[in-house]
C-alpha cells in the first residue's frame, strides 16, 4: 500500500513536472518582452524542446538550453514532439485524489451516474436540479455590478471569419 | 400508345392553361414557392418552443451528472456567464449556466440559453479569463443554433412539424415533444459538426473580448487539454466528440495572430478565480 502510495506520488510530481515542457509547432521568434514588436533575441526551429517558466496573455516565457524569452503561446503544444507522448495523468491524479481526502467523487458514490454515451442516450430528467439551477443565475444587473468590481471594460470587436 | 399519351398531355396543358386563366393568371411557379415556404415556415422552432426543448434538454444532462453543491462556484459561474450573454446578439434569452458535478472534461449547451460546465473541466483552468472563453463557446451554439439544427437534421421532418405547430400546453405528456428532448440529448453522444465547433471558437474567443478579458483564455484551455493524456478516460466523450484539439489550436493560432494584439493587456483575473475554486477542492493542482 505505502508503496503504491510512493508510486502514485512519483507519478503526480513526475506529471506536474513534464506538464512544463513543450515544443515548438512552427519557427518561433524569442522575444526579450511579451510583445509583437520587442526585440527579437533568437529564433527556434520547429519541434525544439522547450521549458515553459512562465504565461502572460498570449506568451509564454520559455528557457532553451541557449535562450531565455517570450514566444507566442500557440507556437507551443506541451509534451515531448519526437514521441508526440502526452503529459499529465489525471487518472492518477484521481486516485491520488482519493487517498488525500479519504473520500470519491459523488459520482463514483452515485454509481450508475456519468457523462456517459449510454446514460446520454437513456437519459433521466432531473426536474428538481433544474429548479436548483434556476436559483444560481444571475440578472443583466447583477452581470454588470460583478463586471464593475472587476474593471471589465465592453470592447468593440467584431465575429472572425473562417481561416483561409 | 403514344399518340394516346400526346392527346392527354395536350388535354392537360390546355386545361391548365385554362385553370390558370379562370384564376386570374396565378403563376403556378410563384404559388408553389409560397406552399414549400410555409412547409418550412412549420419546420422552424420560435423561441418559446427552443426555450422548452432546451429545458427538456438540460433536464436530462442534470440526469445524467448532479449540480456541484457550492452556491458560491455556482454564483460566480453565472455572473462571468451573464455578462458575457450581455456582449452578444441574444442578451435577453434566460440565460442559466451550471457546474455538474462531474470528473469528465467537458462543457455543454442546450437551446435557449443553458450552459453547462464539469468540475473536471474547471479544474484544468487557471483564470476567469479561461472560464469565460469556455462559456462563450458554449454561448455561441446556442446564438447560432447549432444544436437545434442538429436535432433538426436527425428527425423526421414530420416530428419537426409536429412539434413546432403544437400549441404550448401539456407538453410532458406530447410524444413529439419528448422524442425531440431525447435526440437532443443524444447530440451530446454525437456531437455537433466540425465546422459548428471551430465556429463556435471564433465566436467564443470575441465574445470574451468584448467583454474585456484577456483574448487568450479559450486557447489556453484547449492547449492544456491538449497537453493531457489522450488515453485518459475522463477526456473520453469530449476527444469522440470534438474536432481535434490540434487543429483548432492551429485555426485559432492563424485568425488570432496580430488581431488581439490590442486587448493582451485586459485582465485574465486569475487571482479572483483562484479565490473562488481555492478552498473546493476543485482545482488538483
Known amino acids: 500500500m505505502r508503496l503504491l502510495l510512493a508510486f502514485c506520488l512519483s507519478c503526480c510530481i513526475f506529471a506536474a513536472h513534464s506538464a512544463e515542457t513543450a515544443y515548438t509547432v512552427r519557427t518561433t521568434e524569442v522575444k526579450a518582452k511579451p510583445f509583437s514588436d520587442a526585440d527579437t533575441l533568437s529564433s527556434l526551429p520547429e519541434k525544439s524542446r522547450v521549458e515553459v517558466l512562465e504565461r502572460k496573455s498570449g506568451w509564454m516565457q520559455i528557457k532553451t538550453d541557449s535562450t531565455k524569452g517570450w514566444v507566442k503561446m500557440l507556437s507551443l503544444r506541451f509534451g515531448d514532439a519526437a514521441a508526440q507522448k502526452k503529459s499529465g495523468d489525471s487518472g492518477l491524479g484521481a486516485l491520488f485524489n ?6 470519491s467523487g459523488s459520482t463514483v458514490s452515485t454509481g450508475v451516474r456519468g457523462l456517459s454515451e449510454e446514460n446520454l442516450k437513456n437519459p433521466h430528467p432531473n426536474p428538481q436540479a433544474m429548479k436548483e439551477l434556476q436559483r444560481y443565475a444571475t440578472g443583466k444587473k447583477g452581470a454588470q455590478n460583478f463586471a464593475k468590481s472587476g474593471k471589465l471594460a465592453m470592447r468593440q470587436i467584431d465575429y472572425l471569419p473562417p481561416a483561409k | 400508345m403514344n399518340r394516346k399519351l400526346i392527346t392527354i398531355v395536350f388535354l392537360c396543358s390546355i386545361s391548365s392553361s385554362a385553370l390558370a386563366f379562370d384564376f386570374g393568371n396565378i403563376d403556378l411557379g410563384k404559388a408553389l414557392g409560397v406552399l414549400q415556404k410555409t412547409q418550412q415556415a412549420s419546420t ?6 427552443e426555450l422548452e426543448l432546451g429545458a427538456g434538454i438540460a433536464s436530462n444532462l442534470l440526469g445524467a451528472a448532479p449540480l456541484l453543491k457550492n452556491q458560491r462556484v455556482q454564483k460566480y459561474v453565472n455572473n462571468v456567464g451573464m455578462w458575457l450573454a450581455l456582449q452578444t446578439e441574444r442578451p435577453d434569452l434566460p440565460w442559466q449556466f451550471g457546474v455538474l458535478d462531474d470528473n469528465d472534461v467537458n462543457a455543454f449547451a442546450a437551446p435557449g440559453g443553458y450552459i453547462f460546465v464539469t468540475r473536471g473541466l474547471l479544474a484544468q483552468m487557471r483564470s476567469e479569463a479561461e472560464l469565460a472563453g469556455v462559456l462563450a463557446h458554449e454561448m455561441s451554439h446556442i446564438l447560432r443554433k447549432h444544436y437545434l439544427e442538429a436535432i433538426k437534421k436527425g428527425a423526421r421532418t414530420g416530428l419537426i412539424a409536429e412539434f413546432a405547430g403544437q400549441a404550448l400546453e401539456n407538453r410532458g405528456a406530447d410524444p413529439a415533444f419528448q422524442k425531440l428532448v431525447g435526440a437532443g440529448t443524444e447530440v451530446y453522444a454525437r456531437g455537433l ?5 471551430f465556429e463556435a471558437d471564433r465566436m467564443g474567443v470575441v465574445i470574451a473580448t468584448r467583454a474585456g478579458y484577456d483574448p487568450w483564455g479559450l486557447p489556453a484551455v484547449l492547449q492544456t487539454l491538449q497537453g493531457m493524456n489522450a488515453q ?15 487543429e483548432r489550436l492551429n485555426l485559432l493560432d492563424r485568425l488570432m495572430t496580430g488581431q488581439f494584439d490590442e486587448f493582451e493587456k485586459q485582465p485574465d483575473h486569475a487571482p479572483r478565480f483562484m479565490g473562488v475554486m481555492g478552498k473546493t477542492g476543485i482545482l488538483k493542482r
Open chain 1, 98 to 103: 482519493v487517498a488525500a481526502t479519504g473520500g
Open chain 2, 44 to 49: 422552424d422552432i420560435d423561441e418559446p418552443k
Open chain 2, 193 to 197: 459538426d466540425k465546422d459548428d465547433e
Open chain 2, 232 to 246: 485518459d478516460s475522463s477526456l473520453a466523450l469530449l476527444f469522440k466528440t470534438h474536432p481535434a484539439l490540434g
